[in-house]
């Protein structure tokens, strides 16, 4: 039943999207052309990349236990955890939309929130050739320190957002009960 909520819930969210992709592109119809050039590019990237991801999914699915992923990623996983989750979110490069897939797959395995959103958050503003293109243009000096500061508030955030999750969390059960 609950995923079939999820479903709906999917499906109205899409139909919002498309009406008022709809309803900007009747205000604005000379951006017609490059709207559906850039959904078709990103419609034929997602074809050619999602069957691999989904491919080493399945393989991370059932060469890597549940147990091993609490254990480096869970609960009690501590610091540890976190600078694995930087390292696994640092080292692969490609679109951020492949990250989501693998977030939502260590989560049901039973990684911490905090980390998931350590995990996507590298993903997103820390990668190795990118690290090292930054140290080339902008020196070491620049790169150590937004380096720094963004692990540093990286880390704050996943904190700060798993804590939130879980007092709204106990406020729910709380009231139901």
């Not at 604005?28 to 419609?43: A, C, H, Q, S």
């Not at 609490?70 to 930087?86: E, P």
């Amino acid at each position: 039943m609950r995923d079939n909520l999820k479903q709906k819930r999917d499906w109205i969210l899409l139909g919002i999207i498309l009406l008022i992709a709809i309803l900007l592109l009747s205000i604005f119809p000379d951006r017609k052309g490059p709207v559906i050039n850039t959904l078709w590019d990103y419609f034929i990237e997602m074809m050619l990349i999602l069957p691999a991801v989904m491919i080493i999914l399945g393989l991370f699915a059932v060469w890597v236990s549940k147990e091993t992923v609490v254990k480096y990623l869970g609960k009690t996983s501590g610091l540890k955890g976190i600078i694995l989750a930087i390292i696994l979110g640092a080292l692969p490069t490609g679109p951020l939309y492949i990250a989501f897939p693998i977030a939502v797959t260590l989560l049901k395995k039973g990684a911490k929130i905090s980390n998931i959103i350590v995990f996507l958050s590298a993903w997103a503003c820390i990668k190795i050739p990118q690290e090292m293109v930054e140290l080339q243009f902008l020196g070491p000096q620049f790169m150590l320190l937004r380096l720094s500061l963004t692990i540093i508030f990286v880390i704050i955030m996943a904190v700060f957002i798993e804590k939130m999750i879980e007092w709204s969390e106990n406020r729910v059960a709380t009231m139901a009960s």
